[in-house]
């Protein structure tokens, strides 16, 4: 079987998958309505905790698919997903929600590994459309996010839906479209080897198969790997800041619900659109660039961070949701790229599954974090001036990641 049909399933599976996922930011505020009693902070820390969950899980996922293989993973992940999202959208309190939460983050997160470790092993990076098959897989969030966002806003407005009929609602679309169809051809990748998939259109590898700009000293691997799970953390714990909470930011300074999706929408649609150039253009402008490419994002997001702490008008947060769309694309589409850059492809694929814990840990952090500046502040103002100061201070550790690349 080809190796672009395994990237197709990836596609729908992960699209169908975050569609509950980026639901969440339109969900939140008819969930606030439910539990009003609940702060802030234990509230968005719970609805948004499926992402962290998804992340840490992720990182066990390669341990997992060499001992049970491709179609046992990937039926156990659908399993777990569908029977966690079930759980969370019934639960009768915001604790049973956590347990529930945990189990579909685990079902998710073995997908998410299994569709990213595939495809790292199809297109490694001498492969002509490494950065293209590698990135488009991540690229779908924007999609997921304007398609969960405005279908739950017409799902509650005009459908009269409850938050928990929509969870569900997404959960069978999600086992009809996605899961049955990837079930069917995993089991076939279980009775072949990604080596023989792997030997199709071999004209399309780069003459250049030497790996030696990855390779780097051994006493330093170690040393990189931690500094690059640092930057991970600040930047996810920053990058999602307008996802989670830019509805209710919003509502908070006068303006409607309709314009709090407006602002989000219009934020993943830009962000989407670059992550597709991204994906067509990579392989000839970033590839084996993306420290740049990510140094320069991170320096561009510490402004715009810091220039949306004076955004209280629509038009005004519009912009800053179109630029912050604009820079993050970039950054969410190559952090897989940028391991088989900095790393030689084995150790390149344990880094990728550990990087997975920060970037849990920051989506987990930053959800609390926000909401806990709201219980404090009563506004999300105070984020975009600590949020500005995390991406510089990512900035900073890229610089000494160059530095020792250059020198080693």
């Not at 492969?127 to 897989?137: G, M, P, Q």
């Not at 790229?337 to 840990?361: N, Q, R």
């Amino acid at each position: 079987m080809s190796k672009w049909t395994y990237l197709a399933v990836g596609i729908i599976t992960k699209l169908s998958t975050g569609i509950v996922h980026t639901s969440m930011s339109r969900l939140l505020p008819a969930i606030e309505e439910e539990y009003p009693n609940t702060s802030q902070a234990l509230l968005m820390w719970i609805v948004f905790l499926l992402m962290p969950m998804t992340m840490f899980f992720a990182s066990v996922s390669l341990t997992v698919l060499k001992y049970i293989g491709y179609f046992q993973t990937q039926l156990l992940s659908v399993s777990l997903f569908f029977i966690g999202v079930i759980l969370f959208a019934i639960s009768t309190n915001v604790i049973t929600m956590v347990p529930a939460t945990v189990l579909a983050g685990f079902g998710d997160g073995l997908l998410h590994g299994l569709t990213m470790f595939t495809i790292m092993e199809l297109f490694p990076i001498s492969d002509k459309y490494h950065v293209l098959s590698n990135s488009c897989i991540v690229s779908l969030y924007p999609i997921s996010m304007v398609v969960g966002n405005n279908l739950s806003d017409i799902l509650l407005s005009y459908g009269h839906l409850t938050w928990r009929q929509c969870l569900i609602s997404y959960v069978f679309i999600n086992l009809i479209f996605g899961s049955v169809f990837s079930c069917t051809v995993y089991r076939k990748l279980d009775n072949s080897t990604l080596i023989i998939s792997n030997k199709v259109d071999t004209e399309l590898v780069d003459d250049n198969t030497n790996d030696s700009h990855v390779k780097l000293d051994t006493r330093f691997k170690l040393y990189v790997l931690t500094v690059w799970n640092i930057v991970w953390f600040l930047k996810s714990t920053a990058i999602r800041f307008p996802g989670f909470a830019l509805i209710s930011h919003a509502i908070n300074i006068g303006l409607s619900t309709s314009q709090g999706v407006l602002c989000i929408t219009v934020q993943f649609v830009i962000e989407g659109i670059v992550r597709l150039i991204f994906c067509v253009v990579g392989d000839y402008l970033f590839k084996r660039r993306m420290l740049f490419v990510y140094g320069t994002c991170c320096f561009l997001l510490a402004v715009i961070s810091a220039m949306g702490y004076f955004c209280t008008e629509l038009w005004s947060l519009l912009l800053y949701s179109a630029f912050h769309g604009a820079m993050a694309a970039p950054i969410l589409s190559g952090r897989n790229i940028i391991m088989a850059e900095l790393f030689d492809k084995e150790f390149a694929k344990v880094a990728t599954a550990v990087s997975y814990v920060p970037f849990g840990l920051g989506f987990m952090f930053g959800s609390f974090f926000n909401g806990l500046i709201f219980d404090i502040y009563s506004s999300y103002y105070n984020l975009f001036i600590i949020y500005s100061a995390f991406y510089f201070i990512s900035l900073c550790l890229i610089g000494t990641i160059v530095w020792i690349k250059k020198f080693t």
